[in-house]
């Protein structure tokens, strides 16, 4: 939980907030299909909905801020290093823009590479 002293009171912000906010920025990032599962229980490498998009987050507190632990999974193709250093950046920016608090990290961990839908021929659905 991340707190926020104000003039007027103090901000509480729950890890899970943080979480959905993470994962909606990373999943605007170019190349990244979605959130993965972040644990064997969860199901390593499943692909999340939009719902689901704080599970692939999780979120610690450190002395220099909060570390954030993304799980995604990438598409074919792409370069992994460039996507993940832009889901990293996009994450710290909407994090300390949007929230007002300290991130001190952002780890990303490609847990699966999946291959997008071939383009329809001619508008039409090619099955």
């Known amino acids: 939980m991340e707190e926020i002293q104000e003039r007027l009171g103090r901000v509480e912000i729950a890890n ?14 170019y190349g ?18 939009w ?3 704080g599970r692939g987050v999780e979120v610690h507190d450190s002395p220099n801020g909060i570390v954030v ?3 995604i999974v990438v598409e074919y193709g792409v ?9 990293m950046q996009q994450v710290r920016y909407q994090l300390e823009e949007l ?10 961990h490609v847990e699966g590479v999946r291959v ?12």
């Open 16 to 29: 899970e907030v943080i979480a959905q906010v993470a994962g909606a920025a990373a999943v605007g990032s």
């Open 32 to 49: 990244l299909i979605g959130m993965a599962a972040r644990n064997v229980q969860e199901g390593i490498g499943e692909l999340l909905g």
């Open 51 to 53: 719902g689901q998009l």
């Open 69 to 71: 632990d993304l799980h």
């Open 79 to 87: 370069k992994i290093s460039e996507v993940a250093h832009n889901v």
């Open 99 to 108: 929230l007002g608090i300290t991130v001190a990290k952002v780890n990303v």
């Open 116 to 127: 997008s839908a071939p383009p329809a021929a001619n508008g039409r659905d090619v099955r």
